[in-house]
């Protein structure tokens, strides 16, 4: 490449002034010349468009007589005029009319008037002629046109004049404007040179020192000294900081190198004294180690560095997986651990934990760093931790295999018991006494079938598969129903049952209702045992969300050092009297049932006054219009069915091996109409519902020769028996076996003993049938009712039924079915007036009566009398 030409600034600074001199002399005199030569044609022009008015006017006459000879004459005065080279004179058609010219010339033709279409056009024929042409018009009417060509001598020779005179000013301007830049380029050039000659000192001996001296004028020179100045300044400051910190960076470095050394020195200690082995592998073989890893394998040091690992395995498979797996898993950046059985020098085997990491997941030659662990301690503790587990579960397998039998065995004949009470309960022929022995069976059979329930209760508990089935129920009729099950037990006892629902409890919730209700009868059970006088008062409200209950009493208190222990399993305090105090699960499964419901169960005693439970759980309040929350008539005893489908007796198929299971349910179901067959064992089940289809089958799962839940997936799977309902009655009382009966093609699932409502409810599901009750005597269901009336109500109704009037009893019972005590009453009263049903008012004017006379000789009522 050529090297470019050096050029001084001085030089430069002298051209462009003389340049910029002569560009702007230049553009200025060609400015002057254009602009007087513009003026000097224009002025032309106007002086040969007045001569062509002059000259055509004049011809206007000759023209319109047609008198070429007149017109010559004209047109020959423009000879005075020196510049004028022809003058022509056109006919409108076109035709030279007269003509002047000043040198011969030929004469040329002009186009036609009317196509000129212009008074005055002025055109430049060449470089040397202007030409004007003028219509000649009189009276509106063209009647030829005049034509001058003139010279353009005088422009020409005014055009040389203005260039003489315009280079003379150049050339003078030039030297004048030379004369001066050389004058002030020094002020320019010459500081510039101050300053490149000072960057070249500083380059050469690095003197940062000096400073320039400032130009005497205040102009850009003087900021780009300014700015030199303090860029010297900025340049010397970092040189003495950047000395200050390689003065500093030294020491630094000399003490991070002992701090490196302590180090490696520290690190090589830890490693010498760690427990554990460390191993620097490069592919695969040792590179570095410390002493745990000859203790462990047995090796010296100088026999295992530089060898490979192979040996310390005692599989060859391990040292094949290990370095297929690990090595893929380090190359990411990860962490492999692995724990394989390991060989020392002696050939015994020991259990290694190795943790391998890569030092650079990019750069496999620089290997990788192993941690070895001893862990043939903990694999023998993991065994005897396994073994351990085992066993428990193991024992919890019995636990739950024994709580399955012992609930099979005893609800079996717990069945029997319960069943042919319910079946003897239905019998009209018993007096007082024999059912106030039924009584004591069947509540001696629902202790035992509870007890059996809180067992159960309390192993789901533990094994965490207890399930809440949140329903939606009404709050009165719930503590209705509480006071129900317990005044009759109280008022025995001498004691007073209050059951309280505060104004804010709304009448319809959701929540597990039988749950509650559990937890509710076991507390209230236990006040009842521990209280010989005084009352029990059970409380109910609704505040934000929770239901809250507390059960009140005044027994005899629990000590304070007890109030920790009652909640725990088993856990008695003695006996009260005469009376053992239960199995002591209660209060436990309470607990666990409460904290299930998201609830609090807490407790307060003092001795001697008395003992409060609290109850808190979540709850959902519902709402419910009147109608919707009004109870239906509660129903009489069943006598029959009437079938919605079909002709005839529903026959129903019972497969059990117990003989007084068949006969219970057969005593609970030939009264009401249905006709039953009996199976002992599956495959008999089978082969009588092959003969003989009945409409539903009741099937026990425990069977002999074939068990009801094999029986049940054969049924399925023959297409002409797949379509009958099947439901599972069996004494396992888990949730698996249910599920397990539901899988097996069960449809529905029945826990023994079997509870009468409970099977009619599954009937009713399953077949298409209406129960018939018996007819109910007037006032037998209504005995809280009529013990709710005032003395005034009961004496006006009883005046009302006697004396038939009809529309008043009416009236009555609408106004007595606002009151919740009285709804069913009202509902009656209404049934009986709309039907005229005289004899029923009659009875219920009886049992009024009787009421009336025992309120007023102060005796309550009997409830199982009338």
């Not at 006071?483 to 049952?497: C, I, N, S």
């Not at 609970?668 to 039953?676: A, I, R, S």
């Not at 069913?824 to 049903?837: G, M, V």
């Amino acid at each position: 490449m050529k090297p470019r030409r050096r050029t001084s600034i001085r030089r430069r600074l002298l051209w462009l002034s003389t340049l910029v001199s002569l560009l702007t002399l230049g553009v200025a005199g060609g400015l002057f010349v254009v602009h007087d030569l513009g003026m000097l044609r224009r002025q032309m022009v106007r002086d040969l468009e007045v001569l062509s008015a002059v000259v055509g006017d004049s011809c206007l006459g000759a023209l319109a007589f047609d008198v070429p000879e007149t017109a010559e004459k004209i047109l020959m005065n423009l000879r005075h005029e020196y510049q004028i080279r022809q003058a022509i004179l056109y006919e409108a058609r076109g035709k030279p009319f007269a003509h002047y010219q000043r040198d011969p010339e030929p004469v040329p033709a002009a186009p036609r008037l009317n196509d000129v279409g212009v008074l005055v056009d002025v055109s430049l024929l060449g470089l040397g002629t202007v030409e004007v042409r003028r219509d000649l018009i009189l009276d509106d009417q063209i009647l030829g046109q005049i034509v001058i060509q003139a010279r353009t001598d005088e422009l020409a020779a005014q055009l040389r004049r203005y260039t003489q005179i315009a280079v003379l000013l150049l050339l003078a301007t030039l030297a004048v404007s030379l004369t001066l830049a050389r004058r002030l380029q020094r002020r320019i050039a010459e500081p510039i040179q101050r300053l490149a000659a000072r960057t070249r000192e500083i380059s050469v001996a690095g003197n940062y020192a000096p400073r320039l001296a400032l130009p005497e004028a205040d102009d850009e020179l003087t900021d780009l000294y300014l700015g030199f100045n303090a860029m010297l300044d900025q340049i010397e400051r970092r040189e003495q900081d950047l000395e200050r910190i390689r003065a500093s960076l030294e020491q630094r470095v000399a003490e991070r190198t002992r701090d490196l050394d302590l180090l490696v020195r520290e690190q090589r200690l830890m490693l010498e004294a760690l427990p554990l082995g460390v191993l620097h592998l490069v592919e695969r073989r040792v590179a570095r180690i410390n002493p745990r890893v000859t203790e462990l394998f047995g090796w010296s040091a100088s026999e295992i560095l530089g060898s490979s690992v192979a040996p310390f395995y005692a599989d060859p498979a391990d040292f094949a997986e290990v370095g297929r797996l690990g090595y893929a898993r380090m190359s990411t950046g990860g962490v492999y651990r692995t724990d394989r059985l390991l060989r020392r020098k002696d050939g015994s085997c020991f259990w290694g934990r190795l943790i391998g990491q890569a030092i650079d997941p990019n750069d496999e030659r620089l290997g990788s760093i192993w941690i070895l662990d001893d862990i043939d301690l903990d694999k023998a503790l993991e065994r005897r931790l396994q073994q351990a587990r085992e066993a428990a579960e193991a024992a919890s397998r019995a636990k739950d295999a024994f709580l399955a039998n012992m609930s099979h065995e005893l609800r079996t004949p717990l069945n029997a018991i319960l069943g042919f009470a319910q079946i003897l309960e239905g019998d009209p022929r018993l007096d007082p006494g024999q059912r106030r022995q039924l009584e004591g069976i069947q509540r001696g059979g629902q202790r035992l079938l509870d007890l059996i329930d809180e067992v159960l209760d309390l192993a789901k508990i533990e094994a965490g598969s207890l399930e809440l089935a949140p329903v939606e129920w009404e709050s009165r009729a719930f503590l209705r129903e509480l006071d129900g099950m317990f005044r009759g037990r109280a008022e025995r006892q001498g004691l007073a049952l209050r059951v309280e629902a505060s104004p804010t409890l709304p009448r319809h919730l959701r929540c597990d209702a039988k749950r509650l209700h559990q937890i509710l009868v076991n507390l209230i059970d236990n006040a009842l045992k521990y209280t010989t006088s005084g009352e029990i008062r059970v409380r109910a409200e609704f505040v934000a969300g929770r239901l809250r209950l507390a059960i009140e009493d005044t027994g005899r208190g629990i000590p304070n050092e007890a109030l920790e222990r009652i909640f725990e399993p088993f856990c008695q305090l003695g006996e009260v009297g005469d009376r053992p105090q239960g199995s002591g699960l209660g209060l436990a499964i309470c607990k666990q049932l409460v904290a299930c419901m998201g609830g609090t169960l807490s407790v307060e005693s003092t001795l001697g006054v008395g003992t409060t439970f609290r109850v808190e759980v979540a709850a959902q309040a519902l709402e419910r219009t009147a109608r919707e929350a009004r109870p239906d008539p509660p129903q009489t005893r069943r006598v029959g069915y009437r079938r919605l489908k079909g002709r005839g007796p529903f026959c129903l198929l019972i497969a059990d091996d117990e003989r007084a299971n068949r006969e219970v349910l057969r005593g609970l179901l030939e009264p009401l109409g249905f006709t039953v067959a009996e199976a002992e064992d599956g495959r008999t089940c089978l082969e009588s519902v092959r003969r003989r289809p009945p409409d539903l089958i009741l099937m026990d799962l425990r069977m002999p020769v074939m068990d009801g839940l094999e029986a049940t997936r054969r049924l399925c799977r023959e297409p002409g028996t797949r379509r009958i309902p099947v439901v599972a009655i069996t004494a396992a009382a888990f949730d698996e076996d249910r599920a397990r009966a539901l899988a097996a093609g069960c449809d529905a699932h029945l826990g023994k003993p079997v509870m009468s409502e409970a099977l009619f409810a599954t009937l009713a599901q399953w077949l298409p049938l209406q129960w018939r009750y018996a007819e109910p005597e007037p006032g037998a269901e209504m005995a809280p009712s009529l013990e709710g009336l005032s003395e005034e109500t009961r004496e006006r109704l009883i005046g009302l039924i006697r004396s038939g009037s009809v529309t008043a009893i009416a009236a009555l019972a609408e106004r007595l079915v606002h009151e919740d005590d009285c709804s069913t009453l009202a509902r009656c009263l209404s049934t009986l007036a709309q039907n005229f049903d005289m004899e029923g008012l009659r009875r219920l004017a009886q049992r009024l009566e009787r009421v009336h006379n025992r309120a007023a000789s102060g005796r309550p009522e009997a409830r199982n009398g009338d």
